[in-house]
């Protein structure tokens, strides 16, 4: 009996669409937006504590930078209500968001642009900064379950830790900041300590990582996100009376920026991506933490803010200009509602 006759026809795939379908208003709003939003609110922060360590912050450039941070709290909120719409219409985009690392990332981010939006508001509106702190952080905590549940049915590769971890589930901290300004240091130092040791573990391991092989070159811009663990931890030590301890987090950040700073060119040699987002929010983490400690740590908190202000609006810039037309959607396989 003959063998039977292997069929060699090509694969047959569904005609295209014609006229192409347009997704939905906000149907694959992507997570991505949220590394850079979270990084340009940090600068504001930033840029605020900086006038007020250079006295300037009754001045007319002290103005400008409340008028800046008005401005992109704006851009926070519309983003977040793009988000919201996309997750009220299909809830089940969440989950897909997160088996993608940016999607992850982003995610993560967008709750603690929350906090970070929160500490815009402390100097003006006490209370509505304390309910979207609050708000904020249960986002988070719901997000980071999610994400735990969706990590138990990935392989294990998926599953390996990177620095992504830290925004899940040392991202609490940013929250810290708020309610430490509010004068809630109990709830802030509640905090801090079962950041401290979740960012303590996840340095441990990515140290052990990094010995056995390196990542690989797309994926280098998230070690930039090791730095803002140190850099924010040591920001809530110092608004909560812990200067020995904010001192010596401030210094395993500078420490962590310099090791960047000389590896820079290995990190970026794949070029520009929306990965480059992980740059944005730990150098603005950086320089609030070192201004924040003051003394001989302004100078080098000045010159710090300075590079950010430099650096972070571009790669913002070069980020949300792909955001219409779901250029960025598709660059960082976000999900559809």
Known sequence: ????????????????EFPPRKPRLFARTPPAIFPVILGVLGLGLAARKGGAVLGLAGSPLGGLVEAALGALMILWLFA?????????????????????????????????????????????????ALT?????????????????????????????????????FVGFIVGA????????????????????????????????????NAPPAPLRPLLAIHLAPAALLSQVAGLTGQPLLATALAGLGAAIFLALLSAARWITVTGFSPLWGAFTFPLTALAAALLTLGGSWELPGIVVLILALGLVPAI??????????????????????
Do not use: C
């Open 1 to 16: 009996m003959s063998a039977p006759v292997k069929d060699r026809r090509p694969r047959a795939y569904p005609a295209p």
């Open 177 to 212: 900041v708020p309610l430490a300004q509010l004068g809630y240091d109990r709830a802030a130092a509640a905090i801090f300590w079962p950041t401290l040791a979740a960012a303590g573990a996840i340095w441990a391991v990515s140290v052990l990582q990094l010995l056995r």
């Open 132 to 168: 979207l702190a609050v708000a904020a952080l249960l986002a988070h905590g719901a997000m980071t379950a999610a994400l735990v549940a969706v990590l138990t049915r990935l392989p294990p590769d998926a599953r390996r830790i990177s620095p992504v971890f830290h925004l899940a």
């Open 316 to 337: 913002a810039w070069n980020v949300l200009k792909l955001w219409p037309g779901n250029r960025l959607a598709a660059k960082t396989n976000a999900a559809e509602a």
């Open 80 to 128: 977040t209500l793009a988000l919201v719409a996309k997750l009220v219409r299909r809830p089940g985009a969440l989950a897909e968001d997160m088996r993608v690392l940016p999607g992850r990332a982003g995610l993560a981010a967008a709750t603690m642009s929350g906090m970070a939006a929160a500490a815009v508001l402390v100097p003006y509106a006490p209370w509505l």
